[in-house]
């Protein structure tokens, strides 16, 4: 279970004998969850007067979730306290932020940022983060499609009092979004009393909200489509609506003190960088400021272009390449939006390069920053595959400051693919030595399903049955193999061979090849399974059932991975002089590392090294499955 769970009354027990900290501690680090001396200090301050305020207001039996995951996600929420409605008679929750605030104001004039005394940067209008979380459980638990079902919401600023937090009380309140002071204490119980019935236990509601169906989320372009032409709304939770907000708050800034603004925003793989540029980008439109989004992503973008801009020229053409700017007018566009930013490269010159734009060709980040009013890059450090590719935090600001260009970054820390499991995430990076820390043991964590073959045709096998129940699968390999063009007759070679099972690389170019999809639409198209995608065509994408075959390239001995450059077949790390060892080392752990965080629901893999294959058998002892109910 991913919630702390225990009654009002047994709540304010533990708080008066000083051991809820520890309580919540130990079944946090049970659930793979770590934790720092800020929340076990957050806990025994906040929750003791939640407790007491329950107490108070004569919810003993009302059931309390504490620090409740969100489904899919990686983020949790304070509390959420179950019951039933005293007028209804349904199921009634009210989700708490708590915060320990005492002094805040609005964050240079925004109405959705908010500047908090001692804290360090914007944070988000808790009435903005509350709404989102009750708007998100509305959106993903199918208990919760039963209207009778009722949530509300509330952030609880227990050591404020109304003058110090004036501003941010002049946001309206919604049933999602109420805020309640410590002077408000009496109409908080009041509020608490009229959605929760004191006389009637919560137990069978909380029941029910933990053991809810979860909605698949959303596929990114199918969203994208209907942001971009039907106008709806994504939920943003937390660091994604700090930096989507930022961005709206810096085009803003831009044109009213006309001075340029760069937003550099960091996350891993599933942290939702896309949704954000995707949702800014819908948003701009709305407010009819001119906004580009660009990647140096061919099968990215293209995929964007099918869907997003499908049956509309306009819309396609929102959808740029990196190299796009190399003659853009400076401040040209209010906004360009840079997703999978990791992927640009050191200039925009390649053979197609006219000569005369190649005299005097600047750095590709001096003209994305050149080209907009307000540029913006998403990017994950980790995901830098390739040679040439030089896209991280510490370059952008560099070339940045250097321009005398105020820069915001914000790092999303939470994960929306791979059930929303830090933990498979840890030891994705733990296996591939790209966190400083030995491989460790994946034991499960309920959220994410990892398992190894001892086959390719057991791998295959198992995502068949995936895609063949109406959940889209993908096979992915390291480039360790030939690729070849296709055959005369128009059908592919299978070129990735383990002893007696071959298949064929996804196809080379845009031009679907017989049945198999162009390589821009390897991941999306449903005949995209049955080939082997590489790390070019899986960047960027995501599907529910993830296969990846570790190639020689990547191998164990003596109790870790180690890379063999010369079984690395692509022809961009064939140089020495180039390309150097500890790069192509580098890049080959990216590269895996990108491979095996596509699933959102699970990953199987397999080596094709026997030794690497009984290393991995070792790390991977599986005590608890996956356990979230998909309908």
């Known amino acids: 279970m991913s919630a702390f769970r225990v009654s009002a009354a047994a709540l304010l027990r533990l708080a008066t004998e000083g051991t809820l900290a520890d309580r919540i501690a130990e079944h946090l680090w049970a659930n793979k969850h770590g934790v720092n001396p800020a929340e076990r200090r957050s806990w025994s301050r906040s929750l003791s007067i939640l407790a007491q305020d329950l107490a108070d207001a004569g919810l003993d039996d009302v059931e309390v979730l504490v620090e409740y995951q969100l489904p899919l996600t990686s983020r949790r929420i304070d509390v959420v306290l179950a019951g039933v409605h005293p007028r209804t008679g349904a199921d009634s929750f ?32 808790p009435g903005i983060q509350v709404a989102e979380y009750c708007q998100y459980l509305v959106d993903f638990l199918g208990l919760l499609s039963d209207t009778r079902s009722t949530v509300q919401g509330v952030a609880y600023l227990h050591n404020a009092v109304d003058r110090d937090i004036a501003e941010l009380l002049e946001r309206p309140a919604t049933e999602h979004s109420r805020i309640f002071t410590k002077q408000r204490r009496s109409a908080f119980l009041d509020y608490l009393r009229a959605g929760l019935d004191g006389r009637k236990p919560g137990a069978g509601a909380a029941d029910r909200f933990l053991s809810s169906s979860v909605r698949p989320s959303r596929h990114l372009l199918t969203y994208a489509a209907s942001e971009l032409k039907e106008r709806s709304h994504f939920t943003l939770l937390d660091e994604q609506r700090i930096a989507y907000e930022l961005v709206l ?31 800014l980008l819908g948003e701009l439109a709305r407010q009819g400021r001119s906004a580009l989004h660009a990647t140096g992503s061919r099968s990215f973008t293209q995929t ?9 020229a306009r819309l396609k053409n929102l959808f740029l390449y990196f190299n796009s700017f190399m003659t853009a007018e400076r401040n040209g566009i209010d906004v360009l939006i840079c997703d999978e930013a990791h992927r640009i490269r050191e200039t925009s010159v390649n053979r197609f390069t006219r000569a005369q734009q190649r005299q005097g060709a600047r750095a590709q980040i001096e003209e994305l920053l050149a080209a907009a009013r307000v540029p913006v890059f ?3 450090e980790h995901q830098v595959v390739k040679p040439g590719e030089l896209g991280n935090v510490e370059v952008i600001t560099a070339f940045a400051k250097r321009l005398n260009l105020e820069v915001e970054t914000v790092s999303l820390h939470d994960q929306f693919r791979c059930g929303g499991s830090e933990g498979y995430e840890q030891w994705v990076l733990d296996l591939l030595g790209l966190s400083g820390e030995r491989p460790s043991t994946w034991e499960g964590d309920g959220r994410f399903d990892l398992r190894i073959a001892d086959s390719p045709e057991d791998l295959e096998a198992f995502l068949s049955k995936k895609q063949a129940a109406g959940e889209t699968a993908r096979m992915t390999a390291g480039y360790c193999w030939p690729w070849s063009d296709p055959r005369p007759d128009d059908t592919l070679v299978p070129d990735v061979r383990i002893g007696g099972w071959s298949r064929p690389w996804n196809v080379k170019s845009d031009r679907s090849v017989g049945e198999a999809p162009g390589s821009p639409f390897w991941a999306t198209d449903p005949n995209g399974f049955g080939q082997v995608g590489c790390v070019y065509t899986a960047q960027g994408f995501e599907y529910e059932w993830s296969g990846v075959i570790i190639g020689p390239d990547l191998v164990a001995r003596d109790g870790r991975l180690v890379t063999r450059r010369d079984e690395f077949k692509d022809p961009a790390f064939r140089s020495r002089k180039t390309v150097s060892d500890d790069e192509v080392d580098r890049l080959i752990r990216n590269t895996y590392k990108v491979l095996l965080t596509r699933g959102m629901r699970g990953t199987i893999v397999y080596s094709a090294d026997e030794e690497t294959r009984d290393f991995l058998r070792g790390l991977v002892r599986v005590s608890r499955g996956l356990e979230t109910v998909y309908r």
């Open 249 to 279: 708050h810096a085009v803003e800034r831009a044109r009213s003190s006309d001075r340029k603004r760069v937003v550099v925003v960091s996350g891993g793989p599933g942290s939702g960088k896309s949704v954000i540029a995707l949702s």
């Open 304 to 312: 964007l272009r099918r869907y997003a801009g499908k049956g509309s």
């Open 94 to 125: 009210i989700v708490v932020e708590l915060k320990q605030w005492s002094y805040a104001t609005r964050y240079e004039g925004s109405d959705t940022l908010v500047d908090v005394e001692h804290a360090a940067g914007p944070r988000l209008h």
């Open 378 to 380: 998403l990017l994950d």
